[in-house]
């Protein structure tokens, strides 16, 4: 019998109209999830969902409250539909709404922590300035090469391992651009700067680790239900205290999602399902499993009912 795993995408699967559905389907739900989130930031964030403008809601103080909030409360409906992971992880972000989901942080401690990282990460931006580039079609080794030789101009290495032939590099701009450089000459495939004004995943996020870390001591953590795929590691983690120090360690660390996808496969996860909008998680697997894994995503409630059809069961 295979396994499930809930994936939670992170900042940049946002867009304007987010939790529309699941408003008008449960508005008590929703109601709910977003006003912990409003009291949390300070800031509207239904409103910001629902509305935008755009331009707000890409902000990365918004973005991250906004899509950790809509991921938990599609969670919570997939739970009352009898839809329960085997195993749990997100991208960036997404993984702390993955430690919510496996037990081990309460939403509400959740939510802080996130509108915290936001705030820092926004900050960031004019405190610690940065790009972001994605590379594809150039293996890992080849581009660490690459990194180093661009080193001289700035501070740059890999960020997110998003596949075998996606990866994207962070650090100051002059090094992001010189490292774009020496990719194309090198025959990368495609060469595409992030819109993006800070080196996210880098050891320029180490003043916003620190900080997390800080804030991290007052939360009370416990043992997740479930295995967490971790970011910095690749592996799963099952104790608290990890958890805790999986979320610490990501801010400055790459993203090993090709790492992560392996490890919940060879826990059994034969089903991947992103709670939350976009489908960027679901395609970055197939592309590391194989076209014919099966991966779907959910951000209603009639996407979840579409799911459980889809996967041989009724909805009540």
Known sequence: MGKLAFLFP?????????????????PEVFARFFGEAAEATGMPIAEYALEGPEETLTRTDVAQPALFTLS???AELAG???IEPDCVAGHSLGEYTAAVASGALSFEDGIRLVALRG???NAAQTER?????????????????LCGQAAEAGLV?????????????????????????LAQEAGAGKVVRLQVGAAFHS????????????AMEDVQWSDPRVPMASNASG?????GDQVRSALIAQIASPVRWVECAHSLADAGCDTFLELGPGRVLGGLVRQTLGRETDASAADSPQQLEAYLEAHGATVD
Do not use: F
């Not at 300035?129 to 090469?145: F, K």
């Not at 050891?203 to 800080?214: I, V």
């Open 235 to 239: 592996g799963l983690v099952t104790a």
């Open 129 to 145: 300035p940065g790009t972001m580039a994605a590379i594809i079609g150039l293996p890992l080794d080849r581009l660490e090469e």
């Open 80 to 82: 009352e539909l009898g």
């Open 119 to 121: 705030r820092l990460m």
């Open 203 to 214: 050891d320029l996020m180490k003043p916003a680790q620190a900080k997390m870390a800080e």
């Open 10 to 26: 992170g900042q940049g699967s946002q867009k304007v109209g987010m939790g529309s559905d699941l408003r008008d389907a449960r």
């Open 157 to 181: 290495a890999p960020a997110n391992l998003n596949t075998p032939a996606q990866i994207v590099v962070s650090g100051e701009v002059a090094g992001v651009e010189r490292l774009m450089e």
């Open 72 to 74: 938990l409360a599609v």
